[in-house]
């Protein structure tokens, strides 16, 4: 809480507060009052209404009736105000996310898990996906080290985003379900800006047959389900748990990509701590929210190795 000094003779607005405390002045223009909006004494309308009242006694008992239409005419309300402010002091929180049923890279039972919230229509993600995620992948996630779990968070498009669609339903189509995934999230990527153009769209699916006959699949049935949207209940699911995870700790939001790190455990959720400086809005530890670089991500491994 702090105090502010209003130095210039101005009306104060009496709705701004809760409560005054009337302190007259004698041998001055003015009558000085407080306001502390942390006490609700009274509803702004009766607040109002005692204040004049308090006001014009204060005249009458100061100056005598003779002298009041006189001083009303002088009278400057000067104030204190005491006003309700926001820490901007680190604050501790943390979160649990699900890895759902979601697709993944590496060993189930890794010792760390990574959750990935991705669009597949983010130039963040594709910069991640290009320059950092290769590193985790030969360091981390192919030595048994880290299960990296990928969920869908799309910019545009919500469920029915093609690329979302497309690459959870070639996923469908195979026994191999994560290898799958991963190649059509590698094709996307690779073809970032041809699969974000709509007037492409004949272009992207014939490199979607391709990549689907050399995986043994047929094209036609992935092209068909991500044009009626079948994951979309899928895909809303995963936006709507990352905006909750948001939610639970009084962010607006968090962007994409944003990761959390933990350690693997037997129900599925990541546990991941954090500090959040609500006067920058940075968030630091368990919870990576952006294109970082890769030491970012090995800083915060090792330390759950």
Not at 143 to 164: C, E, H, I, M, T
Not at 184 to 194: G, K, R, T, V
């Amino acid at each position: 809480m702090s105090t502010k000094e209003h130095s210039d003779n101005r009306e104060f607005k009496y709705e701004d507060a809760k409560y005054a405390e009337i302190v007259e002045k004698k041998n001055s223009d003015y009558i000085e009052f407080r306001f502390d909006i942390s006490k609700n004494i009274l509803p702004i309308s009766v607040f109002s209404s005692v204040l004049i009242s308090s006001i014009i006694i204060s005249i009458v008992l100061g100056l005598g009736l003779r002298n009041i239409a006189l001083e009303i005419s002088k009278i400057q309300i000067k104030g204190t105000e005491t006003q309700q402010t926001v820490s901007t002091d680190p604050v501790s929180y943390t979160l649990k996310a699900s890895v759902d049923d979601d697709q993944f890279l590496g060993k189930a039972d890794a010792p760390v898990t990574i959750i990935e919230f991705l669009a597949f229509d983010c130039p963040f993600c594709q910069r991640h996906s290009q320059q950092t995620l290769p590193g985790l992948i030969k360091n981390y996630i192919d030595q048994g080290k880290v299960k990296y779990v990928f969920r869908d968070s799309p910019l545009s498009g919500g469920g029915s985003n093609y690329q979302a669609n497309v690459a959870n339903c070639a996923s469908s189509k195979s026994s191999n379900r994560n290898e799958v995934y991963f190649k059509f999230h590698d094709l996307i990527f690779s073809n970032f800006e041809d699969f974000r153009d709509e007037s492409k769209r004949e272009k992207v699916n014939q490199k979607i047959k391709e990549l689907a006959a050399s995986l043994g699949l047929d094209g036609e049935k992935i092209i068909n389900c991500a044009t009626n949207s079948e994951f979309k209940d899928e895909i809303l699911k995963d936006q709507n748990d990352l905006n909750s995870l948001a939610s639970s700790v009084g962010l607006g939001g968090f962007g994409v990509p944003t990761f959390f790190i933990g350690k693997t455990s037997s129900d599925g959720v990541v546990t991941s701590e954090i500090t959040y400086n609500p006067s920058n809005n940075d968030i630091q530890g368990q919870v990576i929210n952006g294109a970082w670089p890769y030491s970012r991500f090995e800083q915060e491994i090792n330390k759950l190795l």
